[in-house]
């Protein structure tokens, strides 16, 4: 049996910010930034209509509990830079879950690794 991340939904966000870029993949992101260093996350969103899938910014509910995992100054250390044409190193939800050695969220059947 495996035990995923338990989902809390508080709808504010506390940490990280709503990041527009012009990013190959994705068009906004949740950026966490330290003085000039940043690290944009992603998360992989699905329309069951259209049957397409898009990357985007962090639930924010999630946004907190990542920031406020006792792992994150370590992992931002290793993972974040400086911009490059006003992209972020990136990084996707779930790989950060791994990292900081959460409990993933319970994957679904349309989930890709990019």
């Given at each position: 049996?495996?035990?995923?991340?338990?989902?809390?939904?508080?709808?504010?966000?506390?940490?990280?910010?709503?990041?527009?870029?012009d990013?190959?993949?994705?068009?906004?992101?949740?950026?966490?930034l330290?003085?000039?260093?940043?690290?944009?996350?992603?998360?992989?969103?699905?329309?069951?209509?259209?049957?397409?899938?898009?990357?985007?910014?962090?639930?924010?509910?999630?946004?907190?509990?990542?920031?406020?995992?006792?792992?994150?100054?370590?992992?931002?250390?290793?993972?974040?830079?400086?911009?490059?044409?006003g992209?972020?190193?990136?990084?996707?939800?779930?790989?950060?879950?791994?990292?900081?050695?959460?409990?993933?969220?319970?994957?679904?059947?349309?989930?890709?690794d990019?």
């Amino acid at each position: 049996m495996k035990a995923f991340y338990d989902v809390l939904k508080v709808p504010l966000q506390l940490y990280g910010i709503t990041y527009r870029c012009d990013h190959p993949l994705y068009d906004e992101c949740t950026l966490y930034l330290v003085k000039d260093r940043g690290l944009a996350v992603i998360q992989q969103r699905f329309d069951p209509e259209t049957k397409m899938s898009w990357w985007s910014k962090v639930d924010p509910w999630l946004a907190n509990d990542l920031y406020l995992s006792s792992n994150f100054p370590s992992v931002f250390k290793e993972l974040s830079g400086l911009p490059e044409y006003g992209i972020y190193p990136t990084i996707t939800v779930r790989k950060l879950m791994w990292k900081l050695r959460m409990k993933p969220m319970k994957k679904e059947k349309w989930e890709f690794d990019p």
